[in-house]
């Protein structure tokens, strides 16, 4: 293992080699998570990641969701999650369902590193606020609120955005809120739907947007596929000191 790993990352790379010729794998796992806490969140990773039904899941949504028939759940207002099969459509979730989601998840917020939404709803924007470790977001789907990106640019560990931004929060946030040293301080990769160039050189002014290892925008809404003018852009870009190397790495769409 290489020297840079965490203890957790070590274990969890063993969890995931271990044969089931040692007994059935989930009793294994379910072992290893009583041991101690360095092997109690890997082994329920690997636990979680290897159920063969949604049942374990769905005991842990709100009681009221669903009741019990036998050996049967049979759902009331069915929080019932998104499922994708190879020969099937995919089943889009009711608005009421994402909301039960995004309550369940919601006491869990702070717990979380990656978030990624697949659908434009917007109450699952409820949870930024509770957000404390956040690594990685995709959201790109849903128009981040100005309160939401406040809130976002405090987080110490993101790493990576993906997000769409409107004019009028996007011109909110830059006027609202004041430029400071700690604002997206871990940021690296950075990806931003926007109709307006506008709204992307507002945020390549902030602190933490000059250290950017990579940029993409993306077009999008009812100018979609018009000329951009993007002149301004790249006086913002070249007044940054890395800008040879974002320039690089960087993607811009459309560049016609």
Same mark, same amino acid.
């Given at each position: ?70 050996? %049967?759940? &049979? ?5 019932? #999650?998104? @499922? ?6 995919? *089943?889009? $979730? ?45 959201? %790109?789907? &849903? ?5 939401? #990106?406040? @809130? ?6 993101? *790493?990576? $955005? ?95």
């Amino acid at each position: 293992m290489h020297h840079c790993l965490t203890i957790q990352e070590i274990v969890a790379n063993i969890i995931f080699e271990i044969p089931e010729t040692f007994g059935p794998l989930d009793r294994t796992l379910a072992g290893l998570a009583r041991t101690c806490r360095a092997f109690s969140e890997p082994a329920l990773d690997a636990l979680w990641c290897s159920q063969p039904n949604l049942f374990n899941l769905l005991k842990y949504l709100p009681a009221d969701s669903y009741e019990a028939n036998g050996s %049967h759940l &049979v759902p009331k207002r069915a929080p019932s #999650l998104e @499922h994708r099969w190879a020969d099937e459509e995919t *089943e889009d $979730l009711s608005p009421e369902r994402w909301d039960n989601m995004a309550a369940v998840l919601i006491p869990f917020a702070a717990q979380i590193s990656k978030f990624v939404v697949f659908d434009a709803r917007g109450s699952f924007m409820e949870l930024h606020c509770r957000f404390s470790n956040l690594q990685t977001q995709d959201t %790109h789907h &849903v128009k981040m609120l100005c309160q939401a #990106l406040a @809130h976002i640019a405090t987080l110490p560990l993101l *790493e990576s $955005l993906h997000i769409a931004l409107s004019v009028k929060d996007s011109t909110q946030f830059n006027v609202t809120v004041v430029p400071h040293k700690d604002q997206f301080r871990n940021l690296a990769v950075a990806e931003i739907h926007v109709t307006d160039l506008a709204v992307v050189n507002g945020l390549l002014v902030r602190p933490g947007f000059r250290h950017l290892e990579s940029l993409a925008i993306m077009q999008f809404g009812i100018h979609h596929g018009s000329n951009w003018d993007l002149e301004e852009l790249f006086k913002v870009l070249n007044a940054r000191q890395e800008s040879r190397t974002l320039l690089k790495k960087s993607r811009f769409i459309p560049v016609r």
